[in-house]
C-alpha cells in the first residue's frame, strides 16, 4: 500500500497523481490518499490537439482541458460546460525556477512555481500555498502527491496540475 510521507501540511485533501505516462487515449484514475478513486482523467483519441476530460468516478463531466494551438507559449484552457473556466500558461522566461501561470474565468490568478519537471513545486493565490505537488511522499516509481488546502476548488487544481505536467514535458 502506497502511503503518503508527509512534508508540509495545509490541512486538504491529498491526492496521488501517475507522472508523465498519460497520452492521447490514455485514462488514468486520481486517488485519494487512502486509495479511493476520487477522478477520472479521460484521454480523448483521436483529436488534432491534446484534450483530456476529467470525470468524476461515475463518469460526469467536470473539466475539459485541451491544448491551444498557435500560440506563442504553450497555453492549455479549462472548459466547464463550453465556457473557459482558466487557462494555463508557461512562463516565457523563467530563470531558476520554472513558472506557471493559471488566470481564473473571474479574472484571479494563481501561480505555479519551483521544480515543475521533478513534481516539486506549489500553487499559490495571492503570496498564498492553496496547493502542494511532491514526488518525494510517495515510494513508488512515477508518482506524485498532490495536496490541496481546504476549500479550494480541488478538480479546477488538478486540472491545472495535468496542464502542466503535459506542458513541462512535452
Known amino acids: 500500500m502506497a502511503r503518503l510521507r508527509r512534508h508540509h501540511d495545509l490541512g486538504g485533501t491529498r491526492y496521488r497523481m501517475r507522472e508523465k505516462v498519460f497520452a492521447i487515449g490514455d485514462d488514468f484514475w486520481i486517488d485519494t490518499e487512502d486509495e479511493r478513486h476520487a477522478f477520472k482523467v479521460n484521454g480523448k483519441a483521436l483529436r488534432l490537439r491534446s484534450t483530456f ?21 504553450d497555453t492549455m484552457e479549462l472548459e466547464h460546460d463550453g465556457r473557459t473556466v482558466g487557462t494555463v500558461r508557461k512562463a516565457l522566461i523563467s530563470p531558476l ?49 498532490i495536496e490541496i488546502a481546504p476549500g479550494e476548488d480541488d478538480a479546477l487544481i488538478l486540472a491545472a496540475a495535468v496542464c502542466i505536467d503535459e506542458m513541462a514535458h512535452d
Not at 125 to 134: N, T, Y
Open 53 to 73: 476530460v476529467l470525470e468524476t468516478p461515475a463518469g460526469d463531466e467536470l473539466l475539459t482541458i485541451q491544448e491551444k494551438k498557435l500560440r506563442v507559449r
Open 97 to 145: 525556477r520554472d513558472r506557471f501561470t493559471i488566470g481564473l474565468g473571474d479574472g484571479r490568478e494563481l501561480t505555479a512555481k519551483g521544480n515543475i519537471v521533478d513534481h516539486e513545486y506549489e500553487i499559490e493565490r495571492d503570496g498564498h500555498e492553496i496547493a502542494e505537488i511532491s514526488k518525494r511522499w510517495f515510494r513508488i516509481r512515477d508518482t506524485y502527491g
